[in-house]
T-cell receptor, first 116, second 111 residues
Framework: GAGVSQSPSNKVTEKGKDVELRCDPI?????LYWYRQSLGQGLEFLIY????????KSGLPSDRFSAERTGGSVSTLTIQRTQQEDSAVYLC??????????????FGEGSRLTVL | GDSVTQMEGPVTLSEEAFLTINCTYT??????LFWYVQYPGEGLQLLLK?????DKGSNKGFEATYRKETTSFHLEKGSVQVSDSAVYFC??????????FGTGTSLTVIP
C-alpha cells in the first residue's frame, strides 16, 4: 500500500514477555520515527532513524526498549520483559527528509499493546 | 530546547460554533508548524501546515497563521460540524531532526 503500515494492530501479552512491533514506512522515505501514545496523553518520542546515520535514541524510556531499521526501510521496535506501564499505542511515522526543515510526518494506524 | 504548548481540553462546542485552539511554540531558527488531527479509531493525519512566518495553512475549513512575533499557530474554524470531533495536535519541526508535539486537545461537537 501507499501508507505507513504497522503490525500487529493489536497485541495482548503477559507481563515479562518480549514483544516486537513492526513498521513498514512509505517507500522512499528516509526518516522513520517511533512514538508512544498512552491513554489520554500526547505523543512521547521514542526513537528516530535517518538514512544510514546513527539513530536518535534519546526518547527510549529504559534499556528494555530497542529498535532497529534494516536496509533503511522496515523497522522493528522491541520491548523486553514487558511491564504493565508499557501498555499504550505505539505509532510509527515516516518522512521524506531533504535537509533543513523536515517535511510532514505520515503516521501508521499504530500498534495497540496491552500488557496483562 | 524546542517545544510546543497547546491549549488543554477537552473542548465541547455546539454545531456551527466558532473554534479556536491555541498553540504557542519555542524554537531556535525558523521551524515549520503543523496541525495534526486524530479522528476516533484512526491514525494521526496532517490537517494543515505552514513553513514560514505569516504563512496561512488551511484545509477543510480550518485555518492557522504562523505568527513569528507572538510565536503562535492557533487553529480556527468558523463553523464546526459534528464530524470535526477529534483530537488535535500542534507540532513543530525545526532545523534539527525532531518533531515536537503538543499534548493534544480533544474536541467534541454536539448537534
Amino acid at each position: 500500500g501507499a501508507g505507513v503500515s504497522q503490525s500487529p494492530s493489536n497485541k495482548v501479552t503477559e507481563k515479562g514477555k518480549d514483544v516486537e512491533l513492526r513498521c513498514d514506512p512509505i517507500s522512499g522515505h528516509t526518516a522513520l520515527y517511533w512514538y508512544r501514545q498512552s491513554l489520554g496523553q500526547g505523543l512521547e518520542f521514542l526513537i528516530y532513524f535517518q538514512g544510514n546515520s546513527a539513530p536518535d535514541k534519546s526518547g527510549l524510556p529504559s534499556d528494555r526498549f530497542s529498535a532497529e531499521r534494516t536496509g533503511g526501510s522496515v523497522s522493528t521496535l522491541t520491548i523486553q520483559r514487558t511491564q504493565q506501564e508499557d501498555s499504550a499505542v505505539y505509532l510509527c511515522a515516516s518522512s521524506r527528509r531533504s535537509g533543513g526543515n523536515t517535511g510532514e510526518l505520515f503516521f501508521g494506524e499504530g500498534s495497540r499493546l496491552t500488557v496483562l | 530546547g524546542d517545544s510546543v504548548t497547546q491549549m488543554e481540553g477537552p473542548v465541547t462546542l455546539s454545531e456551527e460554533a466558532f473554534l479556536t485552539i491555541n498553540c504557542t511554540y519555542t524554537a531556535t531558527g525558523y521551524p515549520s508548524l503543523f496541525w495534526y488531527v486524530q479522528y476516533p479509531g484512526e491514525g494521526l493525519q496532517l490537517l494543515l501546515k505552514a513553513t514560514k512566518a505569516d504563512d496561512k495553512g488551511s484545509n477543510k475549513g480550518f485555518e492557522a497563521t504562523y505568527r513569528k512575533e507572538t510565536t503562535s499557530f492557533h487553529l480556527e474554524k468558523g463553523s464546526v460540524q459534528v464530524s470535526d470531533s477529534a483530537v488535535y495536535f500542534c507540532a513543530l519541526s525545526g532545523t534539527g531532526n525532531q518533531f515536537y508535539f503538543g499534548t493534544g486537545t480533544s474536541l467534541t461537537v454536539i448537534p
